[in-house]
């Protein structure tokens, strides 16, 4: 096998290297898919129930004694 740098190989050049890069793609898909299942799971619960609570919070900083 030549000597090639990375810019220089290509699907014909490398054995394996165009199964590389579509493995690659199926697992960035499969990803992407998971999120996107996991992003919908948690939508569909929706937010809990529940009230806020009547006490502000602390915005400002107290005075320096």
Partial sequence: ???????QM???SVPGFREARMR???????G???ALALVLALTAMGSPAG???P???LTTVPAHP
């Fill in 10 to 12: 290509n699907a014909e």
């Fill in 55 to 57: 006490k502000p919070l």
């Fill in 51 to 53: 009230e806020t609570s």
């Fill in 24 to 30: 690659a793609l199926i697992a960035a898909a499969t």
């Fill in 1 to 7: 096998m030549p000597d090639l740098t990375l810019y």
């Fill in 32 to 34: 992407l898919a998971v």
